[in-house]
């Protein structure tokens, strides 16, 4: 728990620390290179298959494979240095800070009128066209981004190391559970898409994180919903409007925050001159806004924590 922890007050203070080599960059420079190999001898939309769950294996019990033998070598060094080793692991899967320094980036040009650096600061982390979108569409990219990734990229991470703590006996697995969901959400966002290339090579990765997600991304929606203290009220417009998304979990994660929060997302988007319609979630009570962007980033920060303290008590009373 103390790793836990540590990890915890890092991310939140420091984040990623700017120049330094994140486990995700190794992911990324690891998928590209078999990509290539993938595309060079596979053509058939078989071999594609093959490889893509042959791809996903390799990356994430090789990430979860080196992390442990990591932490057990900073183990055999010193073990105050090995709390300090799998904090740091454990850090870079929180992307907490990261999330609230991007909706920031976007944020403050838009609130100085500045309409083109906030376009071109949204760019850096959405697919979508940014060039046309005016106020209103700016901020609702946001917070959808913002809303979506705090599961992928704060509480499931979170999810599997605390799994890795309640599991582990003589082996430190939070840090090598963490680290493997980040792979395969890593896996997802780089290859798991329907169109073409990845089409066939991507399935099984996609797959595997949607299945992955699925549980602490309703433990989310739940949490958040006690957080709201209207847990009823949220909940029913999530039952009536997070289904119709395609998507088993993102449609629940941006629907518990837009029903919390009073908004709705969701609606026209734009990716490569193409038009796409999301589904509505939740209900237009006021409109989007800064302040309510940066709502969601503490709602988020309010769930993990809650987390990070009822583990604590769970510890306690399996160590009595």
């Not at 992911?27 to 078989?46: A, E």
């Not at 709502?295 to 987390?307: E, I, M």
Request: with cysteine; glycine share 8%; hydrophobic share 50%.
């Amino acid at each position: 728990m103390t790793v836990l922890l540590i990890a915890a007050i890092l991310d939140y203070i420091i984040g990623d620390p700017w120049g330094w080599i994140h486990p995700v960059q190794v992911m990324g420079w690891v998928i590209t290179s078999i990509c290539k190999l993938v595309w060079q001898y596979c053509h058939s939309s078989l071999t594609q298959r093959l490889a893509g769950i042959g791809l996903a294996i390799l990356v994430i019990f090789g990430s979860a494979i080196a992390t442990g033998i990591i932490v057990q070598i900073a183990k055999w060094v010193h073990p105050i240095f090995a709390i300090a080793t799998e904090s740091i692991i454990l850090a870079s899967c929180f992307a907490g800070r990261s999330l609230r320094q991007a909706a920031e980036t976007v944020l403050q040009p838009l609130i100085l009128g500045d309409i083109t650096a906030a376009r071109s600061a949204l760019s850096n982390f959405v697919g979508r066209d940014t060039d046309s979108m005016d106020d209103a569409e700016i901020l609702r990219a946001v917070l959808e981004t913002v809303t979506e990734n705090a599961i992928d990229g704060v509480m499931a991470p979170l999810f599997y190391a605390i799994m890795g703590i309640i599991l582990s006996d003589s082996l430190p697995l939070a840090a090598p559970l963490a680290i493997a969901y980040k792979a395969i959400s890593t896996l997802d966002s780089m290859v798991g898409y329907k169109e073409p290339p990845y089409t066939y090579l991507g399935w099984f990765s996609a797959k595997l994180e949607d299945f992955l997600t699925y549980i602490p991304c309703r433990l989310s929606v739940f949490t958040l919903g006690l957080i709201s203290r209207k847990p009823l009220e949220v909940w029913r417009i999530c039952q009536r409007d997070a289904p119709q998304d395609p998507s088993p979990n993102s449609g629940w994660s941006e629907c518990i925050y837009a029903a919390i929060l009073g908004v709705q997302v969701g609606g026209k988007n734009i990716y490569r001159g193409v038009i796409k319609y999301k589904p509505l979630l939740g209900d237009a009570i006021q409109p989007i806004t800064a302040d309510v962007v940066l709502r969601a980033t503490r709602l988020t920060r309010y769930c993990f924590f809650s987390w990070l303290g009822v583990t604590g008590l769970l510890l306690m009373g399996i160590n009595r």
